[in-house]
């Protein structure tokens, strides 16, 4: 595994939408929560709430719940252009680049996940774990706004699966 990226990898899918319903799928906390995330505040760094509906902007923070889990996933947006592309901090210092780009009747969705530091927990659980859950959040990005159908585990008594 000595040639094997720990510090950065990409996903990519179409989903059949146009371009600003994805991108509002990734910059609106209720359209956030229809797909990837139980509950999302974003605030300003006076902790002043900005509304659910609102496009989110740079320099904004977040406050992200799965659900099944308690902790919440803390983070800023690096970058925001309102139209085809997202940054945001992910796991400590890592960044999430979100690029669009509209084929057809399709959205092209480009994640890169990348600045992952090279320590035992990060190969573990941030680049193989995130790695292995952003496919399924982009698949059910895919499934949500293609079909309407939510892929997510939200029953406690199951446990945490690969939906979840």
Not at 99 to 124: A, C, M, Y
Not at 142 to 161: C, P, T, W
Request: hydrophobic letters at 40%; glycine letters at 6%.
């Amino acid at each position: 595994m000595e040639n094997f990226n720990w510090k950065a990898f990409t996903k990519k899918i179409a989903v059949k939408a146009d371009l600003k319903t994805i991108y509002h799928a990734w910059t609106k906390s209720e359209e956030l929560e229809r797909w990837f995330l139980e509950k999302v505040m974003f605030y300003d760094n006076d902790k002043t709430p900005f509304p659910a509906n609102d496009t989110v902007e740079l320099g904004l923070n977040y406050e992200w719940l799965w659900f099944l889990y308690e902790e919440p996933m803390l983070g800023k947006i690096t970058e925001a252009n309102g139209k085809d592309f997202l940054q945001f901090t992910f796991e400590g210092e890592c960044l999430v680049d979100v690029r669009l780009e509209e084929k057809g009747e399709f959205t092209i969705v480009t994640l890169i996940h990348h600045n992952i530091p090279e320590n035992d927990w990060s190969k573990q659980f941030v680049r193989l774990g995130c790695s292995n859950g952003w496919t399924f959040y982009l698949t059910n990005l895919k499934s949500v706004y293609e079909g309407g159908i939510d892929l997510r585990n939200r029953n406690a008594d199951l446990g945490v699966m690969i939906n979840n």
